[in-house]
């Protein structure tokens, strides 16, 4: 969903230096809701290299074409880039607390009511005191917005409950 900061959003938040896509596009800090979660802006990327599976030789004497073959393969390193969102936050880490910057900023702009403009949007803003994830046992989805939640002053309403199979 869509709703636009709070107050308290734009003065504790600074998101215009902490959030990227508002690095970008300015303009959207005063129309998007959006939390840091105490999450860093920017986590750290490693390079990672994985050498090739060398064949190995069963005579004690190595030949010319198989010097040649692993100079080649020392050649074919495969290099990849691992982007640490696992440090994100000192909390509880993940890709998931990107979106949960958005989602439970707009979850407490609702509640906070900040378009109480009309009676409709006053009355659901009301209406908004509790959220509500749904996910399989042990979900990273469900632990990080309860963790993330509870420190926007959300109340996880006594815990999970198991549906019947």
């Not at 900061?5 to 300015?26: D, N, Q, V, Y």
Request: proline share 5%; with cysteine.
């Amino acid at each position: 969903g869509l709703a636009p900061p709070t107050s308290t959003m734009i003065a504790e938040e600074h998101s215009e230096t902490k959030c990227a896509l508002f690095r970008h596009l300015p303009n959207l800090t005063k129309k998007l809701a959006w939390r840091s979660l105490g999450a860093a802006s920017k986590t750290p990327v490693h390079m990672c290299r994985v050498p090739p599976i060398m064949a190995t030789s069963t005579s004690s004497t190595t030949t010319n074409t198989e010097n040649k073959n692993n100079q080649h393969n020392k050649k074919n390193v495969v290099e990849f880039c691992v982007k640490r969102e696992d440090l994100i936050s000192p909390t509880y880490g993940g890709n998931k607390v990107r979106t949960l910057q958005h989602q439970l900023a707009v979850c407490e702009s609702r509640r906070d009511g900040v378009d109480d403009k009309d009676q409709e949007t006053a009355t659901s803003a009301a209406a908004f005191r509790q959220l509500v994830s749904v996910g399989t046992g042990g979900s990273n989805q469900v632990v990080a917005m309860v963790v993330h939640a509870q420190r926007l002053g959300w109340d996880n309403g006594g815990g999970s409950e198991k549906l019947p199979a």
